[in-house]
């Protein structure tokens, strides 16, 4: 942020959940409902567990994931009437100050980051992501935005596939093909 709107915010972190305590922050009564509804879907579902053993009661499958459920509905239930019951803050807005358009830009990075990485595999979808979130985030030269996200992303590989062995998807680098390349340049890698 490069300017502190003096009217608007004083420049520190609002840490406080729900912003100010006798007020509704914008979008927070229909997230409030989402919950609600989400809720009572799950008790729904909950309530189809049936017991194939013989009559429901506190000993079948379903009875802990219906209390469960029952006291998120609850719980959520409460959360909504206290909302509604709060007057909306004006000094805010729904696009500005809770959900700007950076966080919907980073919202989509990732949707796309989850369908395009198995096709593609891990290397080139982290590198299109990285280079893409710091480009967007540090607003820096192409060249440090490179030298960051490249570096940063064989560091990362470097870690988890040859130090911890964790297999990533392949996608478009033949990854098994690069590490023995390697390996063979090593006295005895071959082996």
């Known amino acids: 942020m490069d300017y502190i709107d003096p009217e608007h915010h004083d420049g520190t972190s609002d840490a406080t959940p729900g912003g100010e305590p006798d007020k509704r922050r914008p979008g927070e009564a229909a997230f409030a409902a989402a919950l609600a509804c989400a809720s009572a879907v799950l008790v729904w579902s909950a309530l189809g567990i049936e017991n194939p053993f013989g ?32 007057p ?31 096709p593609l595999g891990f290397l080139p979808t982290s590198a299109l992501f990285l280079i893409a979130a710091l480009k967007i985030l540090a607003r820096r030269n192409w ?11 064989v560091a990362i590989w470097l870690i988890f596939r040859i130090v911890f062995s964790v297999l990533m998807p392949t996608g478009l680098v033949p990854e098994a093909e690069l590490i023995q390349f390697f390996r063979n340049l090593t006295p005895g890698g071959a082996s």
């Open 55 to 86: 009559p429901n009661g506190l000993s079948s499958p379903r009875s802990i994931p219906l209390a469960t459920t029952g006291v998120m509905l609850v719980s959520a239930a409460l959360i909504l009437v206290k909302t509604l019951r709060l």
């Open 143 to 153: 060249g440090w935005t490179l030298a960051i996200s490249l570096g940063s992303l």
């Open 88 to 118: 909306l803050d004006r000094a805010e807005t729904l696009v500005r100050d809770i959900l700007p358009p950076v966080v919907l830009v980073f919202a989509l990075l990732l949707v796309g980051y989850g369908i395009v990485l198995r």
